[in-house]
C-alpha cells in the first residue's frame, strides 16, 4: 500500500515550477530517504524534508526488502519526473 502520492495534469516542462523540480530531485537521491520499524512490525519509508529536517512517512511494508524496494522504485519514479522536466525527448525524426 501507498500512502504518499501526488498527480498533476500537464504536457510540458514549462508547467512546472522549479520548486517542484527541487523536490523530485530531492526524492530522487536515495540518501534522503530511509526506513524504519515500526511496533507493530512493519517497516516504513519516509523521506527527509529539505526545508523542516523532519522525516515524512511514506510506505509501509511487511519485509525490509519490500521497503527498499518501495524506495529504489520512488527513486526511479522521481529520476524520470527530474528527466522529463527537460523537455521532451526526440525518439525518431523524418526527413
Do not use: C
Not at 500512502?3 to 527541487?22: A, H, L, M, P, R
Amino acid at each position: 500500500m501507498t500512502f504518499f502520492y501526488k498527480t498533476t495534469s500537464w504536457s510540458g516542462s514549462s508547467n512546472v515550477n522549479q520548486e517542484t523540480i527541487e523536490f523530485w530531485k530531492h526524492l530522487a537521491t536515495k540518501a534522503n530517504w530511509r526506513i524504519v520499524q515500526l511496533p507493530n512490525g512493519y517497516y516504513q519509508t519516509e523521506y527527509k524534508d529539505s526545508s523542516s529536517n523532519d522525516w515524512m512517512d511514506v510506505t509501509r511494508r511487511e519485509t525490509i526488502e519490500a521497503a527498499e524496494r518501495a524506495i529504489d522504485a520512488s527513486v526511479e519514479h522521481y529520476s524520470k519526473k527530474v528527466e522529463f522536466s527537460k523537455g521532451p525527448v526526440v525518439v525518431k525524426t523524418f526527413k
